[in-house]
């Protein structure tokens, strides 16, 4: 018999850990494809070279690993016609680039990127990227993006001695959220006709101008500050266009904004606020909630939560202050009231009002968080939560991971201080939801003082009345193509009331089981007919059938 072949391998580096790999290099001889090499915390003096691979490198959970390429006439890292993913970080470099790729699919997160003569981080005609909650410094250049598409967002770029971003060959990035200073040159060089759009960034601190613009370029720069820099806060030359939209400039070369004749560039005093979205997908997927049976409270809940989200986005286009919100929720109640399904919602939710890049969904319980052996479980956690990036992860019972619970020491606890590193460090990636019994959330909340204040919201579902079940049933049945006796509504509401008050009592859980008795009474009365059902016979589900499922 064939051995089915696992692909995704973790492989572990640690000098010093029997049954790991001495250095990276060692583990990406042996890793296949699609690997993740994790690394414990110390320097690695190496540099690495990737061709046509697809490799994930990221620190352990907790560990400060640094990839140092300090003398060497290469690059750090260099990778080629591949996939290549960092996370947690520290690469440097000395004179030449810490991170190099061509033609390659880059993912940097909350990694920290240096060089001393040559850039930090080059992209090159790739197809998509993306430097994700990063800081670049000491470089010559902090980033070049040439001939590529993808994101720089929430970084910091700083103690540059020339250029602090460089976005040139018709690349049209996003540039979002970012944090550039300290610049010997201009803090963003856009050139050789690209289109990036630069959103809600500071920039300050450069000796030439914030914003410069050249070679038949048009950005679109929007929410942009721009402070104390020697040259002007943006520079159109001829031939250039874009828009200049909800920018402030202070303590800047004058004039501000300087557009040379010949460019075409519309400046905008204020960013106009988006426009309430009405008949797309978010009205379609509240409408959804809408329709679930029961849960009036549930429903003004995330009605609320929308609306406060919504809100905030047209306050931050407006250039208003906007709060935090935590996208943590906590779902008390008992099983079959529907939070697996208002969870799904919810991702997709999020992911309408640009929350969440995809509003995916993955489900999880203790065992697919809690491992065999004292660091196991922080691994297990890890690799689920980070699957999980930009979606929502919904842990069912979570109470079972807390000390209280019982269940297996603290392997489960290990799993609850995994979790509060990791929302800290991807706090704006991903939405969590634990759910659970309404007693046992609130001991969950105990096993660690982090997790009260980052799940700040319960949304309570209550048991569905006899009446609410009635209607679910009702649905179910016409979802399978059957037709319910109106005379069968009685014994069913009989039914419901008689087990409602129950201490196993699982809510829809109990109407999926009892349609299933009903289809199975229907089979049984069919079979005895002696002859082939008429097609309404066997789409009809009488009283009998009911009272027949229900004893």
Not at 100 to 112: A, F, G, I, N, P
Not at 212 to 220: D, E, K, L, N, R
Not at 246 to 270: H, L
Not at 529 to 541: A, C, I, K, V
Request: hydrophobic fraction near 40%; proline fraction near 4%; include cysteine.
């Amino acid at each position: 018999m064939a051995i089915p072949v696992t692909t995704g391998r973790v492989l572990t580096v640690a000098a010093d850990r029997p049954g790991a790999y001495p250095t990276i290099g060692a583990a990406l001889l042996e890793a296949p494809d699609g690997s993740t090499v994790a690394i414990a915390g110390g320097t690695y003096a190496e540099t690495l070279e990737l061709n046509g691979r697809s490799i994930t490198l990221q620190a352990e959970a907790g560990a400060t690993v640094v990839l140092d390429g300090d003398g060497a006439d290469w690059p750090t890292l260099r990778a080629v016609d591949g996939d290549l993913t960092l996370r947690r970080l520290e690469v440097r470099a000395g004179d030449n680039l810490a991170v190099s790729v061509d033609r390659t699919v880059l993912t940097v997160e909350q990694c920290t990127v240096s060089s001393r003569t040559r850039p930090a981080v080059s992209v090159h005609a790739s197809s998509t990227f993306s430097v994700d909650r990063c800081t670049v410094k000491g470089a010559e250049t902090g980033i070049v993006v040439e001939g590529a598409s993808g994101r720089i967002i929430d970084t910091v770029v700083t103690e540059i001695t020339g250029d602090g971003i460089v976005v040139a060959l018709g690349s049209d990035p996003l540039i979002r959220g970012c944090t550039i200073g300290v610049c010997g040159g201009r803090g963003v060089y856009v050139y050789q006709y690209s289109r990036p759009e630069v959103t809600d960034t500071q920039i300050s601190s450069t000796g030439a101008e914030g914003v410069a613009v050249a070679h038949g370029s048009t950005p679109t720069i929007r929410r942009v500050t721009v402070h104390d820099t020697r040259g002007a806060a943006f520079t159109f030359a001829p031939g250039c266009g874009g828009t200049v939209e909800g920018c402030r400039t202070d303590n800047t070369g004058q004039p501000a904004i300087s557009i040379a004749a010949g460019a075409t560039v519309e400046v905008i005093e204020r960013a106009a606020a988006r426009p309430a979205e009405t008949g797309g997908p978010l009205d379609e997927l509240l409408g959804t909630l809408d329709e679930m049976v029961g849960l009036p409270g549930v429903k003004a809940e995330v009605h609320a939560l929308v609306d406060e989200i919504q809100v905030n986005e047209w306050r931050r286009t407006a250039g208003l202050t906007v709060g935090g919100v935590s996208h943590h929720l906590i779902f008390a109640g008992a099983p079959g009231t529907g939070k697996t399904t208002v969870a799904r919602l919810y991702g997709k939710l999020l992911k309408a009002l640009g929350v969440l890049p995809h509003g995916g969904f993955t489900e999880v319980s203790r065992r697919d968080l809690v491992g065999q052996y004292i660091g196991h479980t922080a691994e297990k956690t890890a690799q689920v939560f980070e699957k999980s990036l930009g979606g929502v992860l919904f842990i069912d019972e979570a109470y079972t991971l807390s000390r209280s619970a019982g269940n297996g020491g603290d392997f489960g606890q290990e799993a609850i201080d995994a979790l509060v590193k990791l929302m800290e460090d991807h706090r704006d990636e991903i939405a969590i939801i634990v759910a659970g019994y309404t007693t046992e959330m609130n001991d969950f909340l105990d096993a660690n003082p982090g997790l009260a204040s980052r799940f700040s919201k319960t949304i309570e579902f209550e048991n569905y009345s006899a009446e609410e079940l009635l209607l679910i049933t009702d649905r179910m049945v016409t979802s399978g193509d059957y037709l319910l006796d109106p005379a069968a509504g009685p014994p069913l509401t009989a039914y419901f009331d008689r087990i409602a008050h129950g201490i196993n009592f699982g809510n829809a859980r109990e109407a999926r089981r009892l349609v299933e008795a009903i289809r199975k009474a229907q089979s049984q009365r069919l079979r005895q007919l002696g002859r082939m059902p008429t097609t309404e016979e066997l789409r009809h589900l009488t009283a009998a059938d009911v009272i027949t499922a229900a004893t």
